[in-house]
């Protein structure tokens, strides 16, 4: 079992930045892919960006695409994702999350953080 803890969420003005972080419980994070989802109030969870376990591999959602970072520090076992240029739009619970082997853009990740809010004023 894997424990997922995120943090970094708050408050932006439209144009700002922000920097999420999520730190994983298990020493074998380096064996996750790991990857963030959002979920603002009314609509479905949606994809924001992954990378894989070695962290080669990075995808991104086209509507942040350019904007977002995903990155990872394993001896930290820690993803971040930078969040620059930050839109109204971009208003959602964030939540981290992590799966065994490859990586994918699909809501089909073994292990759930309990979510950030990330609220961007116009």
């Known amino acids: 079992q894997v424990q997922l803890v995120e943090s970094g969420g708050g408050l932006v003005q439209a144009g700002g930045s922000l920097r999420l972080s999520c730190t994983a419980s298990?020493?074998?994070?380096?064996?996750?892919?790991m990857g963030w989802f959002r979920q603002a109030p009314g609509k479905e969870r949606e994809f924001v960006a992954a990378?894989?376990?070695?962290?080669?591999?990075?995808h991104y959602a086209d509507s942040v695409k350019g904007r977002f970072t995903i990155s990872r520090d394993d001896a930290k076992s820690t993803v971040y994702v930078q969040m620059n240029s930050l839109k109204p739009e971009d208003t959602a619970v964030y939540y981290c999350?992590?799966?065994?082997?490859?990586?994918?853009?699909?809501?089909?990740?073994?292990?759930w953080g309990q979510g950030t809010q990330v609220t961007v004023s116009p």
């Open positions: 298990r020493r074998t994070f380096s064996n996750c892919a």
């Open positions: 990378i894989s376990c070695s962290g080669g591999v990075t």
């Open positions: 999350a992590g799966r065994e082997g490859l990586v994918s853009v699909y809501v089909d990740y073994d292990y």
